[in-house]
């Protein structure tokens, strides 16, 4: 057997893997909480949700599971998904290791934009929140795309302009929600800008899967084109790639993703930049692999930190953003630390 073809059928292995134990956790993650419930009575629960059953349950761990536990879960399974999918696209278009919508700016200008709908009331009610985070994220990335001279290969360039913009809309974020809330908006706006799966529903956890779903879809039909995109643009050009297409198609896409996730989450770092590392360091760089692979090792990601998230304190949900920033952070000094090695 080739080294090609192993390595497909090791990704192949792992991608199928990752997709059976995927509803195994999301069951996992269904029992868990304040009110525990055993993992027959959410399976059962489920299946009475899905039409499958129709078991007679108690109304209440069955609400609990199937309104607000599996709801909650396929967010965890979406967002942390499409955000590591987002890494993986900056990184690769980019050609730089640190990109992700957070440190770009993107997220930030997300929350900007989720924010000035719910508390300015931009648009009159004919904007929703999801529209709002989508037209921020945009204009972030305008910003920096401004800042950095067009997103030539100049890694330090991008990343400085990243920061600048994250600065600039947290600060308009902070200047909203401090001039346009009252105390309990401004606590409850805070607590979600940290990253929050709590008072997830159904709408927004089916919104966000299937923009997720088609996201995934979207950059594998264009994984041959980001895998010329290691040799510059001008060798993917040469290669057959329509560098300017392709980038405008996936960078609105990553726009999409990331607007989508914030409006309903808010704003949650390092997964796109510490998945899709960990993600080229088992099958390689080649995108037709890493990108299923990236995807579903952010959901088991996502789904694992919201697990931790609701268990150290009795009666108290962390932010989902503090706990991927507990393990991200170190692995961001660490990739810095090698970077400046080379």
Known sequence: MS?????????????????LS???????????GDIPVSFATAVRAITNGLGITHYDLPAVEAGIVWQYRLSRALMAVSSGGGLALCGLVLQSL???PLADPYLLGISAGASTGAVSVMLLGIGGGAITTGVGAFSGACLAFMLIVLLSGGMRDNAARIILAGIAGTQLFNALTSYIVSTAANAEQSRGVMFWLLGSLSGVRWADALLCFAVAAMGLLTVICYARSLDTFAFGTEVSATLGTRVLRVRVILLLTTAL??????????????VGLVIPHITRMIVGHRHLVTIPLA?????????LADLVSRTPINHQVLPIGVVTALVGAPVFALILYRSREK
């Open 257 to 270: 993703i990331t607007a989508v996730i914030v409006s309903a989450i808010g704003a949650v770092g390092f």
């Open 94 to 96: 980019l050609r730089n």
């Open 22 to 32: 995927l509803p195994l956790m999301m069951t996992v993650a269904a029992t868990t």
């Open 295 to 303: 995807f579903l090792a952010g959901a088991h990601f996502m789904l």
């Open 3 to 19: 080294s090609r073809s192993f390595l497909y059928w090791r990704t192949g292995a792992l991608v199928f893997v990752g997709f």
